[in-house]
């Protein structure tokens, strides 16, 4: 293939992602702001007062950078994993497995799906959290930066996800035991410094702390961790991630048989 | 058929190239002229001892080896798990083999798939396109896979769909249509990139007797525009009625391959084992019948070749005016056959058999 063809093949899976979860919006862009709004109006309205301050700022102010990240990492995962995955169980992986698109590209277009969709869902929840807080943005390169990296790293964990999977219960296993913990435990409602110290260093180990402290930052200027060795590791974590899923389509692992 | 492959090689181009002036033109033509003298000495398809074992240990092929030329219209016919649709899966990168290659239009699958891929089009045995999609939607997807720009695409679609009656269900999910439409969605998809060899997996299985009608009618006009065609099937009839050579594939090894005439008139005969009373010193000569004398330790048999419509009452008498008294007889087994009566039956038991044949 030509480079002018990968181009139009890549641009046709990207397309058709976004057609897929525009198409339908009632399940995959209406539900999270339900969710997140939810959480804006308990957390933030009814209990935040109570809480008082977090790191020097209001329990609203805290929780929202937080609220937007952990969107942007479920919306990015499960877009790609159901989409890849229910590709794969309806066959039509086959249009593309036949054709003489290249795997980079495909993986590529998928994940790429999955990171307008965490960042269109970003932004919806964004604008929602302005009716409950006053946005700042401190740093905006970092800001981007960091919420671009989290959602690339985040829909290839979701391609492989579906990879891997050989039923529905495959695809909700994962962000059901190991990404909703991570996230709420992820320093996502509350700064690590409440912790025991035995906690601090347990927390430490968990990645979504680094991506939502990392976009924090970005936003009020605080954080609990180094951001430079937040974005090396979100950076670290992709690049492996793709190596991984890259490696999975060249076998043709689940997919070929 | 090679100058129409010609023919359609030069629009090919002609669209991509019709800015360049006209200088450029002789040169083109000589290339095209090369190209089609090219196609023609290479074969369309080539395997070359391709074998499949599965990971459950089941050995699927057996080291088949097959070559089908280009314009040809060949038909690979089988018992079900005989190793139609594994050979169909590695041909298309479906299926891993576990030895032997694969060649389309001279390019190897596994070191030059991007061009190989790109003359193959493949319509497989199961649904397998996206159940949420529009018609159009599929069709288009699908010639962006293959790096068509978006207006060739929607074109190339539009062509298709009308030549396969679908057109008027482009808007449609593709959940929404019936058997018989979903088959030709999936032909219509196979040739929105216009492959040069087309593969069908038992296209017309569970098709009704019009509609079957129809895609042959299909299938021949893309055949006699230079559209190399594989299709594989369990009815005879079909394979008759469209295609010119065949192989027979039974436990994953070919057990015929011959044009469709000669595998008829093979069909057509039945050879009888006559075990004679006396010992023969040489072989009796009958009118029309071919004989040929068997000696066996237990005795001598004359094994003879009846043609349908032939009367043994024939044999008989001729053997009779040289004196050759007959014990006993039998029919000699004859697996083609046997195959081609465990395949009806298999067709009956699916009850996909149409009462078309």
Known sequence: ?257 | MGAMGSHRLRTKEGAHQSHKPDSTRSSRSLRSLRMTIWKAMTPALKITSLSKTYDNGFEALKGISLEVQPGDFFALLGPNGAGKSTSIGIICSLVRKSGGSVEIFGRNIDTDFSIAKQDLGVVPQEFNFNQFEKVQDILITQAGYFGLPREVAAERAEKYLRLLGLWEKRDSVSRMLSGGMKRRLMIARAMVHEPKLLILDEPTAGVDIELRRSMWEFLRQINAEGTTIILTTHYLEEAESLCRNIAIIDRGEIVQNTSIRQLLTQLNKEVFLLDVADELQECPQIDGFPTRLVVEEGGNSLEVEVVKGQSLNDVFAALDKQGIAIQSMRNKANRLEEMFVSMTNNDTENGTEGGDS
């Open chain 1, 1 to 257: 293939m030509t480079a002018a063809q990968k181009w139009i093949a890549f641009r046709t899976i990207l397309t058709r992602e976004i057609r897929r979860f525009t198409r339908i919006w009632l399940q995959t862009l209406l539900p999270p702001a339900i969710t997140i709004s939810l959480y804006f109006i308990i957390f933030g309205t009814l209990i935040g007062p109570r809480i008082g301050e977090m790191a020097g700022f209001s329990y609203m102010e805290f929780v929202v950078p937080g609220l937007i990240m952990m969107s942007v990492i479920t919306n990015s995962y499960s877009n790609v994993v159901s989409s890849f995955f229910s590709t794969k169980y309806q066959r039509s992986v086959e249009e593309m497995l036949v054709s003489p698109v290249p795997n980079y590209i495909i993986l590529l277009g998928f994940s790429l799906g999955g990171v307008v969709r965490g960042l269109m869902v970003g932004t919806i929840v964004t604008l929602l959290s302005l009716f409950f807080t006053d946005l700042k943005v401190t740093h905006l390169g970092v800001t981007i930066g960091i919420v671009l990296c989290t959602s690339v790293m985040f829909s290839l964990a979701g391609f492989i996800n579906a990879v891997f999977a050989r039923n529905f219960d495959d695809i909700s296993i994962i962000p059901t035991f190991v990404l909703t913990p991570l996230t709420y435990l992820g320093g996502v409602f509350y700064s690590i410094s409440l912790l025991p110290e035995f906690w601090q260093g347990v927390s430490m180990a968990n990645p979504v702390l680094y991506m939502v402290n990392a976009f924090r930052y970005g936003l009020l200027g605080v954080s609990d961790i180094n951001v430079t060795w937040a974005f090396a590791m979100v950076i670290l974590f992709a690049v492996a991630l793709f190596a991984i899923a890259l490696h999975q389509l060249e076998k043709g692992s689940r997919l070929r048989s």
